[in-house]
């Protein structure tokens, strides 16, 4: 159901070169740029680390993830500095997703744009506990954090749908699967009637935001 997410593993080389990209990320991304925030009032760091981050995304083997939000903890944290010297209330938040974890992104706004992303994802009606147990390394660094659990959902339109089936894109019983499957359906008003989203839960979006 879900094309563009690979979890099978795949014979991946040069892992120090990868492991060098997670520098590379860090570096580009840690120094938030005020000026383009004060223009904007909002702004993200998506780990865009190839090939793990493409249109087929492919999980990191656990010890890289760990590696990764390592480095996502302390670009927080270098923002978190910055946005304070604004005297400003303000949006930061840390983004994790289980299991897809490479969509995983720092996320801040302010000003005009503080409430942007407030809706972005629906909270999970089962009660979860944050799985430390996964990065133990730095698991004092991930306590400084309050973490929520939220939905992963992917959504669909009504016609879509139709439309796929028609095509012969997805069967019958994959269209049915999804609609079964969705755990919260919307009528939509359109310019030009109505069309129905189904939203379908796929995983899990820690949303960690620093104690204060």
Not at 111 to 120: E, H, L, P, S
Request: proline share 2%; with cysteine; net charge positive.
């Amino acid at each position: 159901m879900r094309g563009f997410y690979h979890s099978k593993k795949k014979k991946i080389r040069g892992w120090k070169r990868h492991k060098r990209k997670i520098d590379k990320w860090r570096r580009n991304v840690i120094d938030l740029d005020m000026n383009d925030i004060r223009e904007n009032q909002r702004d993200y760091a998506k780990l865009w680390i190839h090939p793990f981050y493409s249109l087929a995304r492919i999980n990191p083997p656990n010890w890289y993830r760990r590696l990764l939000l390592n480095e996502m903890i302390d670009v927080y944290l270098s923002w978190y500095k910055k946005m304070e010297k604004e005297n400003e209330n303000f949006y930061l938040k840390i983004w994790l997703y289980e299991p897809d974890f490479m969509k995983s992104q720092i996320v801040v706004a302010y000003k005009d744009c503080v409430k942007f992303y407030d809706a972005t994802f629906d909270k999970q009606t089962n009660e979860k506990t944050f799985p430390f147990h996964k990065y133990e390394s730095f698991k004092g660094k991930l306590a400084l954090f309050e973490w929520e659990a939220h939905i992963d959902a992917d959504v669909y339109w009504g016609e879509e749908l139709k439309k796929d089936m028609n095509l012969g894109v997805k069967t019958k019983d994959e269209v049915d699967e999804i609609i079964n499957q969705s755990y919260k359906n919307e009528k939509i008003k359109l310019n030009d009637g109505y069309d129905i989203l189904y939203n379908v839960n796929v995983g899990d979006v820690w949303v960690g935001t620093l104690k204060r």
